[in-house]
């Protein structure tokens, strides 16, 4: 780690050797600009197992509730889901029904397991529970 801190401090030292200076100027006086909120969403996906089973959810999928206080203090515009790689394999007929009838698949993108414990069902009832929180599957 401190090897390749070393070579990143090396090579950014040649770059700023040849660097042109630029000069910024901020006129804060102007009228602002409004910023879109939908900036800000989120995406959930289930990186290596671990943000949904065993982060927002239990890891049989039941949702952690008292998570649901701290992420709605963050007013999250819109939570896409599935997010990232996962949105490929994602196959959301999988996670609507009864649990204990969805299939178990692998995850090519992330050599993972998908159980649809926390299916599109769960996902729905958990972003209604976020609210103000818009829906972008």
Same mark, same amino acid.
């Given at each position: &780690?401190? !090897? =390749? $801190?070393?070579?990143?401090?090396? =090579?950014?030292?040649?770059?700023?050797?040849?660097?042109?200076? /630029?000069?910024? @100027?901020?006129?804060?006086?102007?009228? #602002?600009?409004?910023?879109?909120?939908?900036? +800000?969403?989120?995406?959930?996906?289930?990186?290596?197992? #671990?943000?949904?089973?065993?982060?927002?959810?239990?890891?049989?999928?039941?949702?952690?509730?008292? =998570?649901?206080?701290? $992420? #709605?203090? =963050?007013?999250?515009?819109? &939570?896409?889901? *599935?997010?990232?790689?996962?949105?490929?394999? +994602?196959?959301? @007929? +999988?996670?609507?029904?009864?649990?204990?009838? !969805?299939?178990?698949?692998? /995850?090519?993108?992330?050599?993972?397991?998908?159980? +649809?414990?926390?299916?599109?069902?769960?996902? %729905? @009832?958990?972003? !209604? @529970? %976020?609210? *103000?929180? %818009?829906?972008?599957?």
């Amino acid at each position: &780690m401190i !090897r =390749l $801190l070393v070579i990143c401090i090396f =090579l950014l030292q040649i770059k700023i050797s040849n660097a042109q200076i /630029t000069h910024v @100027k901020f006129n804060f006086n102007e009228a #602002s600009t409004t910023i879109d909120p939908m900036i +800000y969403g989120q995406m959930l996906e289930n990186v290596n197992d #671990s943000m949904i089973y065993g982060g927002i959810t239990e890891l049989n999928g039941d949702v952690r509730n008292f =998570l649901i206080p701290k $992420l #709605s203090e =963050l007013q999250i515009p819109v &939570m896409r889901w *599935p997010g990232g790689t996962v949105i490929h394999e +994602y196959r959301w @007929k +999988y996670g609507v029904g009864p649990r204990n009838l !969805r299939p178990t698949t692998e /995850t090519h993108a992330w050599k993972g397991i998908e159980n +649809y414990q926390f299916g599109t069902d769960e996902f %729905l @009832k958990w972003c !209604r @529970k %976020l609210k *103000p929180c %818009l829906i972008s599957i």
